[in-house]
């Protein structure tokens, strides 16, 4: 009886499972955090990993000044490609190398990729250095199997999705080093994610007129006024709950005052605050008019209070990602396969984070997120300490994406 596909890819993943959980060790120990985002000696080590698996490592550095305009030090995005025939769609896999910063309270040495009873801790070891192993076994495995005749394979592996991703999958996209027909983005869960929030970031700047504490009636308090803002946006935050999204998976937009600072001294009345809030948009929102919205909140908030100016910059704007037509094809097998691998039923849903795989979408390639994860975000410690990783888990989610990609690229 002829050995079928499933069973080819299953054998080989089985077979180099202490390779792949040496692989995730090895990029976990060798920080990345963003920021301070200096992540070109990660990715170095990366493509010393890849190279050694026979897989051929395009270097693109990204400028010095380009990442500096960016908040970063250094990026480079490493690029994989593979043709197993002439025709067919490629198929682009985006996993992210940059991570933020481990934080207090972890159990264990976050950068010493530490397991315990089939689970790997460590930053990164979910979000996402995992799919840099997903996604380069899953294209050994099928490079093993031997059964593909037509189609491409790409890694997209890049290092400032948690700075925007402008520098990352954005970059190589608008340069041209790569026109995909279908996009992986690294994953967080079983559940195959084809929606998630939009983000928007706003620098608000409150100004007016320093004094002494002793005549305060001669200046004009900035932190007075932007108090007054805050409870204007305060006010409006409350009012997001109403707005309800269809997306299984995402509830409601919502705000955030995340970091605030001004002043000269306690004896000075304030000539200047500053605060950034953020601001998550579900994918029915339009970030143009979420934006102006804001703007107007703001600015009515300091409409006539006498010898106070406000200033409203833009940091970041990541818009929504939503299905591209024809993604339904590449959902349709995910879950198929995902739910039979997994053992459970996958299907489809949205999450209230953003991420890179707008960029594709945006970019007209059909997209959706999925690697390797748990049942669920929360159980990953994804952003938390003691993050991990069942790695029974990294090896399923590898076959996935495999069987997947057979099947996808396999069809006439």
Request: aromatic share 6%; glycine share 10%; with cysteine.
């Amino acid at each position: 009886m002829p050995v079928s596909s499933h069973v080819s890819l299953h054998a080989f993943i089985a077979s180099q499972q202490d390779a792949m959980r040496s692989m995730l060790a090895e990029l976990v120990k060798v920080p990345s955090d963003n920021p301070p985002g200096d992540c070109a000696p990660h990715a170095a080590r990366a493509a010393q990993l890849l190279e050694a698996l026979g897989l051929e490592v395009e270097r693109h550095p990204v400028p010095e000044a380009e990442c500096r305009a960016n908040g970063m030090i250094s990026c480079t995005n490493l690029i994989v490609r593979h043709r197993f025939g002439p025709g067919g769609p490629v198929v682009a896999l985006n996993a992210h190398g940059d991570v933020v910063a481990p934080g207090e309270g972890w159990s264990v040495d976050p950068y010493a990729a530490v397991v315990k009873d089939g689970v790997m801790y460590g930053r990164g070891v979910a979000v996402s250095k995992s799919d840099f192993v997903t996604y380069a076994y899953a294209l050994l495995a099928l490079k093993a199997a031997g059964n593909l005749k037509r189609g491409a394979i790409e890694l997209h592996l890049t290092y400032d999705e948690e700075a925007g991703g402008a520098i990352g999958p954005e970059w190589i996209l608008a340069k041209g080093l790569s026109k995909p027909d279908y996009a992986f983005s690294a994953g967080f869960s079983y559940a195959v994610t084809t929606a998630h929030n939009g983000c928007l970031h706003l620098e608000v700047t409150v100004s007016g007129k320093s004094a002494h504490a002793a005549r305060p009636d001669t200046g004009h308090d900035a932190l007075e006024a932007a108090t007054a803002v805050l409870n204007a946006l305060y006010a409006y935050r409350d009012g997001l709950g109403a707005q309800r999204s269809q997306v299984p998976g995402i509830v409601s937009p919502s705000m955030v005052v995340g970091l605030i600072k001004g002043g000269i001294n306690t004896n000075v009345v304030p000539d200047k605050v500053s605060f950034r809030l953020d601001r998550r948009m579900i994918p029915e929102e339009q970030p143009e008019a979420v934006e102006a919205g804001l703007r107007e909140v703001i600015a009515k908030a300091v409409a006539g209070l006498p010898g106070i100016s406000v200033r409203v910059d833009r940091i970041m704007l990541a818009r929504p990602f939503s299905a591209v037509p024809g993604v339904e094809k590449l959902i349709a097998i995910l879950t198929q396969e995902a739910t039979r691998i997994m053992g459970v039923a996958v299907g489809t849903e949205g999450i209230p984070l953003y991420t890179d795989a707008r960029h594709y979408s945006a970019a007209g390639i059909k997209t959706v997120l999925y690697g390797a994860g748990p049942r669920n975000l929360l159980e990953a410690n994804g952003h938390r300490a003691d993050e991990k990783l069942i790695l029974t888990d990294l090896y399923k989610a590898t076959e996935v994406v495999a069987s997947t990609l057979e099947k996808l690229l396999g069809e006439a």
